[in-house]
Structures are given as C-alpha cells and as structure tokens.
C-alpha cells in the first residue's frame, strides 16, 4: 500500500488535470506548458481537437484557420524520500532525466507548422527539444497488463499515458480509480510531413494521441440511510472503466447498520466478488464474499459495529468484452441504544 498520498521515486512528468497536480511544490511537483502551432490551412480534413469531456489542461487555441494546441505538464523532482517504485503495468510517462527503475525510454516527435511558426514553452516540462518542432521523451512500464489493476496514489485526480505496446489504446487499471480514455488530435505539417516516434511511448495513431484520466471510486456515506449501486460496465473503448472501488458507509456509534440489495448479480467466482466487512476497512472482520449462486435479492447483513465496509471486484476485462456485474444495494440505521 502507499503511504497516504505518496508517488513512486524518481524524477517524471504526467499530463495536467485542469483540477491540478496530483501533488504541490512541498512534495516536489513543478508546472510547464507547451504551445504548438498546428497547420495553418482552412481545408484541413482533421482540424486539432482534444476528446469530448476531456478533464486534460489543454487548450485549442484558434486563430484563423488554425487549430493550436497548449497543454500543461505536471513534473516532478525526485525528493529522495518516497519507498516505492513505479510497478508492473503497461503504461507511461514522461521522462524528466533518467527513467525511474524497469522502464524503457521512447520518443514522439511533432512536425509543427513551417510557416511563420508560432510555437512556445514555459516552466517544467519533460525532456525533448522544443524549437520549432516538438520532441518528446517518455519512459514507459510494459512488464505486465493493463487488465491488472496497480496501485498508485487516487485522492486526487492525475493521468498516465498509453502503452504503445498494446494492440489498441488501453488505459491501465488503478485499483480504487476510474479510468477514461482520451486524446488529442494533433494538426501537424502538411508539406512534406516528419512526424516520427521510436523506441516505447505512448499509443499513437496517426494525428490522434491517447491518455488515461484517473479519479477515484472511493466513497463514503454518513446518512442514516441510503443507497449505492455498481458503476455502469464499460461497452466501449472510451467508456470509464474500473475494477476495484469501495463504499464505506459510517455512522455515530450508537447505530448499527442494515444493509439489502435490491439487485445482486455476479455470475462467476473467478475473479469477481462482493465483500462486506464489519468495520471501517479491510482489516475488520469480513461478513460475507458474494458472487456466483450466494449473489442473490436475499442478501441481508447487519453489522455490530456503526460501520460497514463494502468493496466489489468487478473482474478482469481481459476475460469477456462486457462486464457482467451488478448490483444496487440499500442502507438504513438503527439505534443500537433502543434495544
């Protein structure tokens, strides 16, 4: 487990979420931002653009016929004090010196606008060439799958970037987080075009660069009733993923908690489960693990304590194209001092 709100060691660079980096000056974090002027040509069949909903700080900027694109990097300093490496996973992210410990170092370069190229940069930003081109280089994971959820620090938002080493741009799963897919059409240089990358880096096809977008999936609940349910099974690429997400429900000490499920279904017990635990988190006794012919309308738990810990497993997207896992459960309390 990680320490709090603790990243992996080393010096390196995520996107910017527009909420902010994940961390501040105190931890090492730093802020850059590159502006890359994008073709100038009004019949452009592939205007610059970000994904629709995209929660990235990046900015089209239009000027005439032109689409430009500024976007903000988060980089961080190596402090010397975090524990913990960057594990196993396919993913990357941008190099800032060397490439934190098993990661493999590959490159993306923009062919920017030729004429009257407008392009800047300030602050931190990952290490590449930033003239009237753009050049960057990144360090990447690919010693396992993106399907197996890593751990990695989820209070606040942040983002990886994609694996060039899958066949089809895949975010990386993060255990209490959400995923979402996103990217960035880059209007590059039409005459005699050199956009190139080599070595690992992130997903590209073409114009279109792809990213992941984390938030967490932890949530807590102190009404004395009330209900939750599954999060919506991902059908498509680019829609929200997760695998592991909680629901702690807490209340004053003199209540004890009810909890039914209007809807459980979890139809296999290989890699897909409900647990209710009789406490605050994972370490309180465990009610009950629900899944394949126990998964049932007939669940009922009530626990001794004023808290219930519930966490869903909902499986290994590798195994089956849609997710196959639902549930929606309800809460009230009682007042254990009235018995």
Not at 41 to 57: I, N, P, Q, T
Request: net charge negative; with cysteine.
């Amino acid at each position: 487990m990680f320490a709090g709100d603790e990243w992996p060691r080393g010096s390196y660079g995520l996107p910017r979420p527009k909420s902010g980096c994940p961390g501040g000056k105190e931890n090492g974090w730093g802020e850059g931002w590159r502006y890359q002027d994008m073709q100038d040509d009004k019949s452009s069949s592939e205007w610059s653009r970000v994904s629709s909903g995209s929660h990235m700080l990046a900015v089209i900027t239009i000027k005439g016929d032109n689409r430009d694109v500024n976007r903000t990097f988060c980089m961080k300093q190596n402090t010397g004090i975090q524990a913990r490496f960057w594990p196993k996973g396919s993913y990357c992210i941008y190099k800032n010196g060397t490439c934190p410990k098993d990661m493999a170092s590959g490159w993306v370069e923009w062919d920017d606008e030729d004429s009257d190229n407008g392009n800047s940069h300030g602050g931190f930003l990952p290490d590449g060439s930033y003239d009237y081109n753009t050049l960057i280089y990144y360090c990447c994971q690919t010693d396992g799958h993106w399907y197996d959820s890593i751990e990695l620090p989820v209070s606040q938002p942040f983002y990886l970037l994609t694996s060039s080493s899958t066949d089809t741009p895949k975010c990386q799963m993060v255990k209490w987080a959400f995923s979402y897919l996103e990217y960035i059409v880059f209007d590059t240089e039409d005459n005699r075009n050199r956009d190139a990358q080599g070595g690992e880096h992130l997903f590209s096809d073409g114009d279109k660069k792809y990213y992941c977008y984390y938030e967490e999936c932890r949530r807590t609940m102190t009404g004395l009733s009330g209900s939750f349910r599954s999060h919506k099974a991902a059908v498509s690429e680019m829609d929200p993923r997760s695998q592991y997400c909680s629901w702690l429900i807490t209340l004053a000490e003199t209540y004890i908690i009810s909890l039914s499920f209007k809807d459980l279904t979890i139809p296999s017990c290989n890699d897909t489960f409900l647990r209710i635990y009789d406490g605050s988190n994972g370490a309180a006794p465990l009610l009950g693990t629900y899944c394949g012919s126990n998964a049932s309308t007939e669940v009922v738990v009530l626990s001794s304590t004023n808290s219930l810990y519930i966490v869903s497993n909902s499986g290994s997207y590798e195994r089956r194209a849609k997710n196959i896992f639902t549930f929606h459960a309800q809460y009230k309390a009682t007042n254990s001092t009235g018995w």
